[in-house]
């Protein structure tokens, strides 16, 4: 139902910035919680954040707490991520991920996988010296 595509990756070196940036299709975004997750090659995809439709409200994983920074424009039907301060170890594909139909509110499995729906291609964030 909803097609997600995200763009805004690339290389950076440590310390610097990128905003990931997640348009959707098919769908509006205010009846879903976005999620954002990531993944290096042979490691596990990992949660980064979430935030809900209902509220507002916000949640990141304790690795990128206060160096990332999750938003929305509804009626742009695009979210954002803000990565400052980035490290190598930020490196990895970047996806968004939408929740179920009408699930408003990021869960408390927030960073679990199997609570998204629709997911984008991802996006390559490398950052190196």
């Known amino acids: 139902q909803v097609q997600l595509v995200e763009s805004g990756g690339g290389l950076v070196q440590p310390g610097g910035s990128l905003r990931l940036s997640c348009v959707a299709s098919g769908g509006s975004l205010v009846y879903y919680a976005i999620g954002w997750f990531r993944q290096a090659p042979g490691k596990e995809r990992e949660g980064v954040s979430c935030?809900?439709?209902?509220?507002?409200?916000?949640y990141y994983a304790d690795s990128v707490k206060g160096r990332f920074t999750v938003s929305r424009d509804n009626a742009k039907n695009m979210a954002y991520l803000q990565m400052n301060s980035l490290k190598p170890e930020d490196t990895g594909k970047y996806y968004c991920?939408?929740?179920?139909?009408?699930?408003?509110?990021?869960?408390?499995?927030?960073?679990?996988?199997?609570?998204?729906?629709?997911w984008g291609q991802g996006a390559q964030v490398t950052v190196s010296s």
């Open positions: 935030m809900s439709s209902s509220d507002g409200a916000t």
């Open positions: 991920a939408t929740s179920h139909w009408s699930q408003l509110s990021c869960t408390g499995s927030w960073y679990s996988a199997r609570q998204y729906a629709y």
